[in-house]
């Protein structure tokens, strides 16, 4: 299940990148309208969000670890990318991650589950953190040659795997210019760099965790699953459709995780899309007869 561990400064890269930004949304919030924040600022801040998210949720998420659908090969490097540009570590590692919790869910070898240390107040309070983003510090790393080994075989996601720091550094820098060049000033860039770059992938960062913590702690759980992952409505719209987790774990391949009456699934429709322009086939839309075959018997 593992492949060794951690090496020093991964570890410390992995704690910088997740505490560093969070601490730059709090100490921002003051911040008042006008001299440090205005329009550009927020309309990169949507952009890069909407965009890093999608390629997470999309492309790292739905595509390659679950593969819900079929993508041409300039999709599937678009996607690899521009889900990279989510700051969560390299593609290959994201995947084998991502497919050891679905194997192990919420038992002993899941890397993110809340339920680790059981089920009294202080466990949870401990199990919450751990789950959000305490696993992340710990030296464990999958064993991508068991859960990755399709991705592992594909030059081109080596290469991007590989590409991982540049894309970082790409992440971060690409608002700041366009904050400059749009502002024409040196400030415009700052301010851009702080709002579009660390407090973006700040908030990201926690919408993600919170699929693994929340999501697997609070919320409906209308299908029937082996774990106790839970459909959150608060977190929909932020995470594009993956906060209905419960859905999620009770038919992962499927492209729509938002599956019942009102559930908005931004990153299905963006599969939508995909597939009339012809780029991804082989979609795995919802079944009706699957669905309601795993439906608890108590659900109206
Ligand atoms: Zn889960
Ligand atoms: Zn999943």
Not at 98 to 103: D, K, N, P, T
Not at 176 to 187: F, N, Y
């Amino acid at each position: 299940m593992l492949a060794g561990e951690k090496t020093a400064t991964e570890m410390w890269l992995v704690k910088v990148f997740a505490v560093v930004p969070a601490l730059a949304l709090v100490a921002a919030v003051p911040l008042a309208w006008g001299w440090g924040l205005g329009w550009t600022d927020i309309a990169l801040a949507v952009f890069f969000y909407t965009l890093t998210c999608l390629g997470a949720t999309v492309g790292f998420h739905r595509y390659f670890t679950h593969g819900a659908f079929t993508a041409n090969r300039g999709l599937r490097i678009a996607l690899a990318v521009t889900g990279s540009m989510a700051m969560q570590g390299p593609i290959i590692g994201w995947v084998a991650d991502h497919r050891r919790h679905h194997a192990f869910a919420d038992r002993e070898g899941d890397p993110h589950s809340p339920w680790r240390y059981g089920t009294s107040a202080g466990a949870l309070v401990k199990g919450f953190w751990h789950a959000h983003m305490g696993w992340m510090f710990g030296r464990d790393k999958t064993n991508a040659v068991r859960f990755a080994p399709d991705l592992l075989a594909d030059n081109d996601i080596q290469r991007v795997d590989r590409l991982f720091p540049v894309l970082t550094v790409a992440t971060l820098l690409l608002p700041a210019v366009a904050g400059g060049l749009i502002s024409w000033s040196w400030w415009g860039a700052v301010t851009a760099f702080f709002w579009a770059s660390l407090v973006r992938v700040a908030v990201l960062h926690h919408v993600t965790w919170s699929v693994n913590s929340i999501c697997h702690m609070i919320g409906d759980r209308p299908f029937e699953a082996r774990d106790k992952s839970a459909n959150f409505w608060p977190l929909a719209i932020l995470s594009m459709g993956e906060s209905w987790h419960n859905s999620h774990h009770a038919d992962p391949t499927c492209a729509r995780h938002g599956v019942r009456r009102g559930q908005i699934d931004i990153s299905a429709r963006l599969i939508r899309v995909f597939e009339l322009l012809g780029w991804a086939t082989k979609v795995r839309w919802p079944r009706p007869e699957r669905l309601a075959r795993k439906l608890k018997a108590t659900t109206p």
